[in-house]
């Protein structure tokens, strides 16, 4: 890895020379002032980003709607191709989350309550469990909402066999970017997980969404083809789910990430370490919606996600630090426990090597 190793609240990086000429040290906290301009959106870069997404998507569709007629696998084909268009939808309606795809906040909210049809997720309640997770990433006090099930190696030392066994099989790559899509996407989304009583809005923006997406279904399946569910539908929100999944895990299940308990967390150190920068190639960039610079996003997150490449461009220090290539990545999904004392993410293998600490 080529991230950047802190201990917190005292991490220091160094950035790119101000106007004056000299070298200056800035701090996480620094960062949000420096980023302030960055947050105002392009309402016609917007509107543009916007369709270059949604009609692909529709057309795509169409074809794969058309081809069941005559070959299936090239329907399924033309599903997959499709699942990248929608995991940039969902970054879509990511960024009207956070109020930063347009100005108006209620475009904002009905674009994203829209495609949270598509996506499968209620937009109220993402928004709301996400807000949580920006406001808790990294605190090891306040897990629970909005993350992955993460344990320290002295909370997994602790649990039974059975305990264990249920960690393990959660953060078996397999089991996680298989099963847990599909749950999560197309089970758990459709009740209010985590603000169950929280009010009646999460249980409507729930419910409704809910709604539409049966009819939506009933109309393919009735008005249509049945089996257009099964082989253009459920490949593309399948591959998606897992894509978006796989996106989620290594912006922050890194071996350099940070956590801490609450009273050494800081919102600021957190966001800029316990957040990767995940490079991508130019493709996969565009289609996760540049989310990989996810360091930044968490820094400033009005920042819509087109001009996160103008940050690292302008601000070349935020894109030496945190760096996690394509082919590190995989190596992420190994790890799975939190060693405190040595404040790295590490294998179920490198814990078992640790001794068991003991007292008198």
């Not at 493709?283 to 996810?294: C, E, K, P, S, Y």
Request: charged content about 15%.
């Amino acid at each position: 890895m080529h991230g950047h190793r802190q201990t917190a609240r005292t991490s220091i990086i160094e950035t790119d020379a101000p106007a004056a000429g000299a070298n200056s040290q800035m701090r996480p906290a620094d960062w949000n002032r420096k980023l302030v301009h960055y947050r105002e959106p392009n309402s016609l870069r917007s509107a543009w980003e916007l369709t270059v997404t949604l009609v692909p998507f529709l057309f795509i569709w169409t074809l794969a709607w058309l081809a069941l007629e005559v070959n299936t696998a090239l329907a399924i084909g033309l599903a997959v191709l499709n699942s990248g268009f929608l995991v940039r939808l969902f970054m879509i309606q990511h960024d009207c989350g956070h109020g930063a795809f347009f100005r108006d906040r209620r475009l904002n909210n009905g674009i994203g309550r829209a495609i949270s049809v598509v996506t499968l997720t209620p937009y109220d309640v993402w928004r709301e469990t996400h807000a949580i997770h920006h406001a808790t990433t990294g605190n090891l006090d306040r897990r629970g909402i909005g993350d992955l099930p993460t344990l320290t190696i002295a909370e997994y030392r602790s649990r039974g066999r059975l305990g264990r066994f249920g960690y393990r099989l959660v953060r078996n790559p397999l089991f996680l970017f298989g099963v847990v899509p599909f749950f999560t996407f197309f089970l758990q989304n459709r009740i209010p997980v985590g603000l169950m009583r929280s009010g009646w809005g999460y249980w409507a923006s729930a419910m409704a969404t809910n709604v539409a997406i049966i009819a939506a279904l009933l109309t393919i399946a009735v008005v249509g083809r049945a089996d257009a569910i099964l082989f253009i539908f459920l490949p593309t929100m399948l591959l998606a789910a897992s894509a978006g999944m796989w996106m989620f895990y290594i912006q922050h299940q890194f071996e350099e990430t940070t956590w801490d308990d609450n009273s050494d967390w800081n919102i600021s150190e957190a966001a800029l370490h316990g957040s990767s920068y995940y490079v991508l190639p130019p493709v996969l960039n565009w289609f996760t919606g540049n989310i990989g610079v996810h360091h930044v996003h968490h820094l400033a997150s009005r920042i819509p996600f087109y001009r996160l490449g103008d940050v690292l461009r302008d601000h070349p220090a935020l894109a030496a630090i945190q760096r996690v290539t394509l082919r590190e990545s995989f190596r992420c999904a190994r790890l799975h426990l939190w060693n405190e004392e040595e404040r790295r993410l590490v294998t179920f293998a490198e814990a078992n090597a640790r001794p068991v600490m003991t007292t008198d």
